[in-house]
């Protein structure tokens, strides 16, 4: 029975949608069920605020989640190479070749990707990186179901290249890559669905030049505002220089900032001291609300942070090396769009959202404790 009201349960499908890459009949019958009853609201719903298409089929639901950007960031984690995606790739087209539901072994496959690779690119399976590789590749498909493991286990490929693993071709496979319509380039979108993507699929929308989508935001921002928080589990911020999305529960469903990593607590500190350096005027703002830095003042302000918070850390941060603390901090933030590149070679822009979340501890946290544990 279709639902025509956007309910408690359609904001549960507004929620899966945009974490979950698909949801699977098979696997979760009763949120396929629960979506395909509100299909038509969720569909206006993600048409017209973000100009996107959702997919209902008999065996899954899919939210085509286009960025209106490729950014670096956007991939998979489990993903170290550009090896690792180009195997992906040249997996997905063996698989075209595949009937649904044949099984082939990991040997057949490792010899068929061989002739599917870029003429520049050779794989040799006595290497142990490209092994790894196509570990992780394989790991990857299964996650998303393209592809089913019978028998034996891919992650003893990495240390034996005669392993052998059986694998099915499920039916979902054949949908993984997104149907693009002929005129998909020429879609023009609305400001309000370029802004409702970026504040989606983005960390944060700066303020760039006047008349961006920035001054739309301003002019509009009460009525996104509500429409947010009504329909999504998000609250809009807009400062002068920067709006974002917050949540004050942490959904697995979502990439949020901070996560679970030791880096996170790391940044969150280095946060407190970039706002206080600020505050007390020893950086300056500069236009649009950044702070612009030399590589030496980033690792100088990051080793201050160290020196002040560093007892609260994980071991794995506690006794980094400056040089590997500094490289894991930058990635991170830059994950996140809180530091790029500056104008000049050697320097470093952060931007304004990395000063709306600090990291502190209670008043009666021992900081001497970890070093205490080790010694």
């Known amino acids: 029975m279709e639902s025509r009201e956007f309910d408690e349960q359609a904001r549960q499908g507004v929620r899966a949608l945009l974490g979950q890459f698909w949801i699977l ?16 609201i969720l569909q206006k719903y993600f048409q017209d605020r973000m100009g996107l298409r959702l997919l209902v089929h008999r065996h899954f639901i899919k939210l085509e989640k286009i960025p209106l950007q490729a950014e670096s960031w956007m991939g998979f984690n489990s993903f ?3 090896l690792d995606y180009t195997l992906f790739c040249c997996v997905l087209a063996f698989l075209e070749g595949k009937n649904i539901e044949e099984q082939f072994l990991l040997s057949e496959l490792s010899q068929e990707l061989k002739s599917l690779l870029p003429e520049q690119l050779e794989v040799d399976w ?20 393209l592809l089913q493991e019978v028998e034996g286990d891919i992650s003893e490929f990495r240390h034996d290249e005669e392993q052998e693993v059986l694998y099915e071709v499920p039916l979902i496979s ?4 997104p149907v693009l319509q002929e005129e998909e380039d020429q879609i023009q979108f609305s400001r309000r669905q370029r802004i409702y993507r970026q504040l989606f699929f983005s960390p944060a929308l700066q303020r760039e030049e006047p008349g961006d989508n920035f001054e739309y935001l301003r002019r509009y921002h009460q009525q996104m505002e509500e429409d947010i928080a009504s329909h999504t589990d998000f609250d809009l911020e807009l ?9 004050s529960e942490k959904r697995t469903a979502y990439d949020l900032f901070p996560d679970n990593r030791g880096v996170a607590d790391v940044a969150l500190h280095f946060c407190s001291t970039i706002r206080r350096e600020v505050e007390e005027g020893r950086l300056t703002l500069e236009d649009r609300g950044r702070v612009l830095i030399t590589r030496w003042e980033f690792r100088d302000l990051l080793a201050r942070t160290r020196e002040k918070y560093r007892a609260g850390w994980s071991k794995e941060f506690r006794t980094a090396g400056p040089e590997a603390l500094a490289r894991k901090l930058y990635h991170f933030l830059e994950e996140w769009e809180m530091i790029k590149p500056g104008p000049q ?3 470093f822009l952060l931007y ?9 501890y209670p008043p009666d946290f021992d900081h001497s404790s970890p070093e205490k544990e080790e010694q």
Do not use: W
């Open 25 to 40: 009949r098979e696997q979760e019958p009763d949120l396929y069920q629960q979506i395909r009853e509100r299909r038509n």
């Open 80 to 82: 170290l190479r550009p």
């Open 126 to 145: 006595n290497n142990y990186e490209h092994r790894k590789a196509l570990v992780r590749a394989l790991q990857q498909a299964v996650e998303f179901s």
């Open 174 to 177: 054949r949908y993984f890559m």
């Open 239 to 247: 400062y002068r220089d920067v709006a974002l999305l917050i949540t």
């Open 345 to 347: 070679e050697g320097t």
């Open 352 to 360: 304004p959202h990395l000063a709306r979340l600090q990291g502190c």
